[in-house]
């Protein structure tokens, strides 16, 4: 190589170190959003919305309750740690229904799928509350009574949305409770015209008490929900939704995987941006 071309060299290299050193300041806004990792945003609140597992517990007369008991210790094992036998239905306190729950191939075809097939992204995401507990204990919710609702509370309800309905004004349990009225069929169609991709509610069934003097249950808001071509899920047994009033946020409630199972106890949560 003659003594030109090594100069040339030289050249090239310092003018590619002076440009890395006086890189432009969009060159390194670029950089940086290049390498630097996106902060999610943090909400304001999170407000638990799922109700507390206690020994004992019974969210429906027809369920068994929930059992807690002791299992391993560290005096008794010898181990050095301590677990718990959980004993429970797979609707055990706030909890999500899966397709599988009514539609078994069965009785109802066709066959859905187990909470464990359930897409995670149908219980996460966008949702809005709305509250209707000024309503008699004895009346079902109707479409008339949303749609007033959510003019009233100035509520949009959005395609995809996870809508969280409040109904009962009083403290979670009791014989009045249990006996409350929740969603009528008419109510059921009103949402899922809107396109949701949920449905909350603060009592154990959706429906509310619907069971008549023979035991014979009308659920049709299951049997519209949880159709397999529409695969709405259910949750059922939340808490906490006063404060979520006309409110939009969004909302977690994933569930085990549970394979074959028909539901599953979920940890509600409501992210806030107040």
Excluded at 85 to 101: F, K, N, P, Q, R
Excluded at 187 to 196: D, H, I, K, M, Q
Excluded at 220 to 244: A, M, Q, S, T
Aim: proline residues 6%; positive net charge; contains cysteine.
């Amino acid at each position: 190589m003659c003594a030109g071309s090594r100069s040339a060299v030289t050249t090239r290299r310092s003018t590619r170190s002076g440009s890395s050193r006086g890189s432009s300041p969009i060159s390194s806004q670029r950089s940086a959003r290049r390498f630097s990792p996106s902060i999610p945003r943090v909400p304001t609140r999170i407000v638990d919305l799922t109700l507390t597992l206690k020994d004992g517990l019974r969210t429906w007369d027809i369920k068994p309750p929930f059992t807690l008991l002791p299992y391993m210790n560290a005096s008794t094992f010898k181990l050095g740690f301590s677990t718990k036998l959980l004993i429970m239905e797979d609707h055990t306190g706030t909890h999500v229904d899966a397709s599988l729950h009514f539609y078994d191939g069965a009785r109802r075809t066709p066959k859905g799928r187990s909470i464990a097939e359930l897409p995670l992204e149908k219980v996460y995401g966008d949702a809005v509350c709305i509250d209707v507990s000024a309503k008699r204990a004895d009346e079902p919710v109707t479409a008339e009574m949303l749609a007033a609702a959510v003019e009233k509370q100035d509520v949009e309800i959005r395609k995809d949305d996870i809508v969280l309905v409040r109904f009962w004004s009083g403290t979670w349990g009791g014989d009045a409770f249990l006996a409350a009225r929740g969603l009528a069929k008419d109510a059921c169609e009103w949402l899922l015209e809107r396109e949701v991709k949920a449905v909350g509610v603060d009592h154990p069934n959706l429906e509310g008490r619907v069971a008549d003097e023979l035991g014979n249950a009308d659920c049709p808001g299951h049997v519209l929900f949880l159709h397999p071509d529409h695969e709405i899920p259910i949750i059922e047994n939340l808490v906490g939704l006063k404060g979520l009033r006309g409110k939009r946020f969004r909302f977690f409630g994933l569930p085990l995987k549970l394979d074959g199972a028909t539901g599953s106890p979920i940890r509600a949560v409501a992210l806030v941006d107040d």
